[in-house]
Protein backbone atom coordinates (compact mmCIF):
# COMPACT_ATOMS: atom_id res chain seq x y z
CA UNK A 1 0.00 0.00 0.00
CA UNK A 2 0.99 3.73 -0.91
CA UNK A 3 2.17 6.03 1.81
CA UNK A 4 1.23 9.48 1.98
CA UNK A 5 3.83 12.20 1.10
CA UNK A 6 4.14 13.22 4.77
CA UNK A 7 5.33 9.90 5.18
CA UNK A 8 8.82 11.22 3.59
CA UNK A 9 11.14 12.86 5.95
CA UNK A 10 11.17 16.60 6.10
CA UNK A 11 14.94 16.75 4.78
CA UNK A 12 13.82 15.22 1.62
CA UNK A 13 10.62 17.43 0.95
CA UNK A 14 12.95 20.44 1.59
CA UNK A 15 15.26 19.11 -0.94
CA UNK A 16 12.47 18.52 -3.64
CA UNK A 17 10.70 21.68 -3.30
CA UNK A 18 14.27 23.42 -3.55
CA UNK A 19 13.50 21.60 -7.42
CA UNK A 20 9.65 22.32 -8.18
CA UNK A 21 9.35 25.11 -6.07
CA UNK A 22 6.94 26.03 -3.08
CA UNK A 23 3.94 23.31 -3.57
CA UNK A 24 0.76 23.96 -3.73
CA UNK A 25 -1.37 21.25 -3.60
CA UNK A 26 -0.04 17.19 -4.16
CA UNK A 27 -2.36 14.75 -6.23
CA UNK A 28 -1.46 11.15 -5.83
CA UNK A 29 -1.11 8.81 -8.59
CA UNK A 30 -4.05 6.70 -9.30
CA UNK A 31 -2.37 3.62 -10.60
CA UNK A 32 1.04 1.62 -10.34
CA UNK A 33 2.51 -0.42 -7.15
CA UNK A 34 6.19 0.34 -8.03
CA UNK A 35 6.69 2.88 -5.48
CA UNK A 36 5.92 3.71 -1.87
CA UNK A 37 4.85 7.06 -2.82
CA UNK A 38 3.96 8.54 -6.20
CA UNK A 39 2.13 11.86 -6.57
CA UNK A 40 1.84 15.08 -8.47
CA UNK A 41 3.16 18.17 -7.38
CA UNK A 42 1.46 21.29 -8.68
CA UNK A 43 3.82 24.29 -8.05
CA UNK A 44 4.59 27.82 -10.07
CA UNK A 45 6.98 26.16 -11.79
CA UNK A 46 4.37 24.07 -13.17
CA UNK A 47 3.40 19.99 -12.84
CA UNK A 48 6.32 17.35 -11.47
CA UNK A 49 5.39 13.96 -11.07
CA UNK A 50 7.95 12.49 -8.34
CA UNK A 51 7.97 8.69 -7.00
CA UNK A 52 9.69 7.65 -3.86
CA UNK A 53 10.73 4.57 -1.97
CA UNK A 54 12.25 3.67 1.25
CA UNK A 55 15.38 1.03 1.48
CA UNK A 56 15.17 -2.28 3.05
CA UNK A 57 17.32 -2.08 6.62
CA UNK A 58 20.23 -3.73 4.68
CA UNK A 59 19.80 -2.85 0.87
CA UNK A 60 18.32 -1.38 -1.05
CA UNK A 61 15.11 -3.16 -1.97
CA UNK A 62 13.04 -3.86 -4.92
CA UNK A 63 11.28 -0.42 -5.23
CA UNK A 64 14.52 1.62 -4.48
CA UNK A 65 16.24 -0.20 -6.97
CA UNK A 66 13.51 0.26 -9.94
CA UNK A 67 13.62 3.78 -9.38
CA UNK A 68 17.14 3.74 -9.87
CA UNK A 69 16.55 1.83 -13.07
CA UNK A 70 14.22 4.30 -14.17
CA UNK A 71 16.69 7.68 -13.47
CA UNK A 72 19.47 5.70 -15.09
CA UNK A 73 17.63 5.05 -18.66
CA UNK A 74 15.75 7.82 -18.70
CA UNK A 75 19.05 9.97 -20.94
CA UNK A 76 18.98 7.29 -23.06
CA UNK A 77 15.02 7.02 -24.12
CA UNK A 78 14.38 10.64 -23.99
CA UNK A 79 12.34 10.61 -27.19
CA UNK A 80 9.61 8.58 -25.53
CA UNK A 81 9.53 9.11 -22.22
CA UNK A 82 9.24 12.22 -19.14
CA UNK A 83 12.08 13.98 -19.09
CA UNK A 84 13.88 13.18 -15.25
CA UNK A 85 14.06 16.35 -13.83
CA UNK A 86 16.14 15.51 -10.44
CA UNK A 87 17.32 13.01 -8.31
CA UNK A 88 17.22 12.62 -4.38
CA UNK A 89 18.04 10.89 -1.42
CA UNK A 90 18.28 11.26 1.97
CA UNK A 91 18.87 8.65 4.45
CA UNK A 92 16.70 5.63 3.66
CA UNK A 93 14.59 6.91 1.01
CA UNK A 94 15.29 7.68 -2.68
CA UNK A 95 13.00 10.04 -4.88
CA UNK A 96 13.33 10.96 -8.43
CA UNK A 97 11.47 13.87 -10.14
CA UNK A 98 9.88 13.69 -14.19
CA UNK A 99 8.60 16.52 -16.02
CA UNK A 100 4.59 15.74 -16.13
CA UNK A 101 2.78 14.74 -18.79
CA UNK A 102 -1.23 15.70 -19.45
CA UNK A 103 -2.33 12.98 -21.61
CA UNK A 104 -4.78 10.34 -21.58
CA UNK A 105 -3.91 6.49 -21.18
CA UNK A 106 -3.83 4.38 -24.24
CA UNK A 107 -6.88 2.31 -25.81
CA UNK A 108 -5.85 -0.98 -26.91
CA UNK A 109 -9.09 -2.31 -27.75
CA UNK A 110 -9.17 -3.85 -31.18
CA UNK A 111 -9.51 -0.97 -34.37
CA UNK A 112 -8.60 1.53 -31.85
CA UNK A 113 -6.44 4.33 -33.28
CA UNK A 114 -4.27 4.14 -30.57
CA UNK A 115 -2.62 0.60 -31.72
CA UNK A 116 -0.94 2.60 -34.33
CA UNK A 117 0.52 4.50 -32.56
CA UNK A 118 1.37 1.61 -29.89
CA UNK A 119 3.16 0.15 -33.13
CA UNK A 120 5.19 3.33 -34.01
CA UNK A 121 6.30 3.64 -30.39
CA UNK A 122 7.17 -0.28 -29.78
CA UNK A 123 9.51 0.15 -33.17
CA UNK A 124 10.57 3.53 -31.16
CA UNK A 125 11.62 1.89 -28.69
CA UNK A 126 13.21 -1.30 -30.43
CA UNK A 127 15.48 1.26 -32.69
CA UNK A 128 16.94 2.39 -29.80
CA UNK A 129 20.14 0.83 -28.81
CA UNK A 130 20.48 -0.68 -25.77
CA UNK A 131 22.70 0.94 -23.16
CA UNK A 132 25.17 -0.33 -20.54
CA UNK A 133 23.25 1.08 -17.86
CA UNK A 134 20.52 -1.56 -18.42
CA UNK A 135 21.88 -4.79 -16.84
CA UNK A 136 18.66 -6.65 -15.68
CA UNK A 137 18.88 -9.76 -18.00
CA UNK A 138 14.81 -10.02 -19.01
CA UNK A 139 15.48 -13.97 -19.33
CA UNK A 140 15.95 -14.13 -15.55
CA UNK A 141 12.25 -13.63 -14.72
CA UNK A 142 11.62 -17.40 -15.82
CA UNK A 143 14.66 -19.11 -14.15
CA UNK A 144 12.39 -20.56 -12.03
CA UNK A 145 10.27 -22.32 -14.07
CA UNK A 146 12.70 -23.44 -16.65
CA UNK A 147 16.04 -24.81 -17.20
CA UNK A 148 16.98 -23.20 -20.05
CA UNK A 149 16.50 -19.51 -20.42
CA UNK A 150 18.58 -18.82 -22.93
CA UNK A 151 16.75 -18.28 -25.95
CA UNK A 152 15.19 -15.17 -24.03
CA UNK A 153 18.53 -13.52 -23.68
CA UNK A 154 19.27 -11.07 -26.06
CA UNK A 155 21.21 -6.74 -26.08
CA UNK A 156 17.61 -5.16 -27.52
CA UNK A 157 16.52 -2.90 -24.89
CA UNK A 158 13.19 -3.74 -23.39
CA UNK A 159 10.30 -1.77 -21.22
CA UNK A 160 9.13 -5.18 -20.66
CA UNK A 161 5.32 -3.12 -19.33
CA UNK A 162 3.59 -1.82 -22.00
CA UNK A 163 0.30 -1.84 -20.94
CA UNK A 164 -2.60 1.20 -21.21
CA UNK A 165 -1.82 3.19 -18.33
CA UNK A 166 2.07 3.51 -19.25
CA UNK A 167 1.17 4.49 -22.70
CA UNK A 168 0.20 8.10 -22.47
CA UNK A 169 -0.87 10.15 -25.36
CA UNK A 170 -1.34 13.99 -25.27
CA UNK A 171 -3.92 16.14 -26.95
CA UNK A 172 -1.41 16.82 -29.79
CA UNK A 173 -1.19 13.07 -30.24
CA UNK A 174 2.23 12.66 -28.71
CA UNK A 175 3.24 9.34 -26.95
CA UNK A 176 5.35 8.96 -23.96
CA UNK A 177 6.25 5.80 -22.51
CA UNK A 178 6.12 5.97 -18.80
CA UNK A 179 7.01 3.62 -15.63
CA UNK A 180 10.31 1.76 -16.72
CA UNK A 181 10.87 0.28 -13.48
CA UNK A 182 11.72 -3.11 -14.84
CA UNK A 183 13.70 -1.93 -18.52
CA UNK A 184 16.07 -4.63 -19.22
CA UNK A 185 18.11 -5.98 -22.44
CA UNK A 186 17.14 -9.49 -24.12
CA UNK A 187 15.38 -10.45 -27.36
CA UNK A 188 13.10 -8.04 -28.86
CA UNK A 189 10.49 -10.59 -29.57
CA UNK A 190 10.42 -10.72 -25.70
CA UNK A 191 8.58 -7.14 -25.53
CA UNK A 192 5.73 -8.48 -27.88
CA UNK A 193 5.11 -11.74 -25.84
CA UNK A 194 4.95 -9.35 -22.72
CA UNK A 195 2.28 -7.65 -24.41
CA UNK A 196 -0.15 -10.34 -25.41
CA UNK A 197 -1.82 -10.25 -22.41
CA UNK A 198 -2.41 -6.56 -22.67
CA UNK A 199 -4.19 -7.03 -26.02
CA UNK A 200 -6.00 -9.88 -24.57
CA UNK A 201 -7.44 -8.00 -21.64
CA UNK A 202 -8.52 -5.26 -24.02
CA UNK A 203 -10.64 -7.46 -25.86
CA UNK A 204 -8.32 -8.99 -28.86
CA UNK A 205 -8.78 -12.76 -29.27
CA UNK A 206 -5.81 -15.04 -29.25
CA UNK A 207 -5.88 -15.23 -32.70
CA UNK A 208 -6.25 -11.43 -33.32
CA UNK A 209 -2.97 -10.97 -30.78
CA UNK A 210 -1.90 -13.48 -32.90
CA UNK A 211 -2.01 -11.59 -35.95
CA UNK A 212 -1.32 -8.03 -34.42
CA UNK A 213 2.18 -9.11 -32.54
CA UNK A 214 3.41 -10.78 -35.87
CA UNK A 215 3.83 -7.34 -37.62
CA UNK A 216 7.07 -6.89 -36.28
CA UNK A 217 9.71 -8.33 -37.64
CA UNK A 218 11.28 -9.61 -34.03
CA UNK A 219 8.36 -11.49 -33.78
CA UNK A 220 7.82 -12.96 -37.22
CA UNK A 221 11.44 -14.02 -37.63
CA UNK A 222 11.92 -15.88 -34.39
CA UNK A 223 12.22 -19.54 -33.58
CA UNK A 224 8.68 -21.00 -33.42
CA UNK A 225 10.24 -23.08 -30.73
CA UNK A 226 11.29 -19.96 -28.64
CA UNK A 227 7.86 -18.58 -29.15
CA UNK A 228 6.67 -21.88 -27.66
CA UNK A 229 8.69 -22.01 -24.87
CA UNK A 230 8.09 -18.16 -23.82
CA UNK A 231 4.38 -18.71 -23.53
CA UNK A 232 4.64 -21.95 -22.06
CA UNK A 233 7.26 -20.45 -18.68
CA UNK A 234 5.32 -16.78 -19.33
CA UNK A 235 1.82 -18.80 -18.17
CA UNK A 236 3.29 -21.23 -15.73
CA UNK A 237 5.60 -17.80 -13.54
CA UNK A 238 2.72 -16.20 -13.39
CA UNK A 239 0.40 -19.44 -11.85
CA UNK A 240 2.91 -20.23 -9.25
CA UNK A 241 2.95 -16.11 -8.58
CA UNK A 242 -0.68 -16.66 -8.16
CA UNK A 243 -0.42 -19.77 -5.52
CA UNK A 244 0.94 -16.93 -3.28
CA UNK A 245 -0.49 -13.71 -3.77
CA UNK A 246 -4.13 -13.32 -3.59
CA UNK A 247 -4.90 -9.93 -5.32
CA UNK A 248 -7.74 -9.42 -8.27
CA UNK A 249 -5.13 -8.41 -10.90
CA UNK A 250 -2.30 -11.12 -10.40
CA UNK A 251 -5.20 -13.82 -11.12
CA UNK A 252 -6.10 -12.22 -13.64
CA UNK A 253 -2.68 -11.83 -15.41
CA UNK A 254 -2.31 -15.56 -14.62
CA UNK A 255 -5.34 -16.34 -16.37
CA UNK A 256 -4.47 -14.30 -19.67
CA UNK A 257 -1.45 -15.87 -19.92
CA UNK A 258 -2.51 -19.08 -19.31
CA UNK A 259 -5.04 -18.20 -22.37
CA UNK A 260 -2.09 -17.40 -24.52
CA UNK A 261 -0.60 -20.29 -24.03
CA UNK A 262 -3.42 -22.73 -24.46
CA UNK A 263 -3.76 -20.96 -28.08
CA UNK A 264 -0.35 -20.72 -28.74
CA UNK A 265 0.46 -24.37 -28.11
CA UNK A 266 -2.63 -25.57 -29.03
CA UNK A 267 -2.63 -23.89 -32.38
CA UNK A 268 0.97 -25.52 -32.49
CA UNK A 269 -0.26 -28.82 -32.42
Known amino acids: MRGDWTDLPGELRAE ?37 ARKLADRDGPEVMSLRREAAVNPYVSEFAPRLRFQAEVGEWVAIGFEHVSGRRADFTPNSPDLAVLAKTIQAVQAT ?24 AGSALLHTDLNEDNLIITSEGRAYVVDWAFVSRGQAWVELGLLIPWLLKAGHSPREASEWVSQFAPWSDAEPTHLDLFSKVFAEKWRTHSETNSAAWVAEHAALTKQWATYRLGARQ
Open 16 to 52: IEAETGPISSIEPAPTGNHADIASTLHSPEGLTFVKA
Open 129 to 152: PCPDVVRMAVERRWQSVAEDVSPM
